[in-house]
């Protein structure tokens, strides 16, 4: 795939990221977190109920999440199109300079795809705190447990299901 292919697909991508973030689960609009009661969500053997305060916190962080990451991604597709303007007026460049440009461009859209993937994940999690599934794993369909989701709030999958995924 050539560098013009991924940076149309990066720029689609970005609509459709940005599209999303706009969406009611990421704006809260569908109750946020006072619509989740902490009594409905699993939790492991031997761990303590989850609070109002905590689903209070980790819901507040994983807006927050969403705002970061759609700033960082904001700041990639700026630099990309920087560096994309950049990229024709390399007339007089050798071929040191034509690589390093041609590595900052790969990077920085490496960066933002990778901001997109976290914030699908995030806008994911938010959407299974706020409606079914938050803290379920979705492989055995066990708890995930709570020590984990406050760890890691994007989790879809306990420990062990985790741990075969990595093995395959």
Do not use: Y
Not at 55 to 61: K, N
Not at 86 to 105: C, E, L, M, P
Not at 114 to 139: K, P
């Amino acid at each position: 795939m050539t560098t013009t292919a991924r940076h149309k697909t990066s720029t689609d991508t970005a609509r459709v990221a940005a599209s999303r973030v706009r969406t009611p689960v990421a704006t809260g609009a569908r109750g946020g977190a006072e619509s989740v009661d902490p009594a409905e969500l699993p939790v492991r053997a031997g761990e303590d109920p989850w609070t109002s305060e905590e689903v209070h916190e980790l819901h507040a962080e994983l807006i927050s999440e969403l705002d970061r990451l759609q700033n960082e991604i904001d700041a990639s597709e700026a630099a990309i199109s920087g560096l994309m303007r950049d990229s024709n007026d390399g007339a007089g460049d050798d071929q040191v300079d034509a690589g390093t440009k041609n590595i900052s461009r790969e990077s920085e859209l490496a960066l933002g795809n990778n901001a997109r993937d976290s914030l699908a994940q995030t806008e994911r999690a938010l959407a299974r705190l706020e409606g079914v599934g938050f803290g379920t794993c979705e492989s055995c369909g066990q708890a995930i447990g709570k020590a984990r989701m406050q760890a890691f709030p994007r989790a879809t999958l306990c420990v062990q299901c985790k741990a075969k995924q990595e093995r395959r």
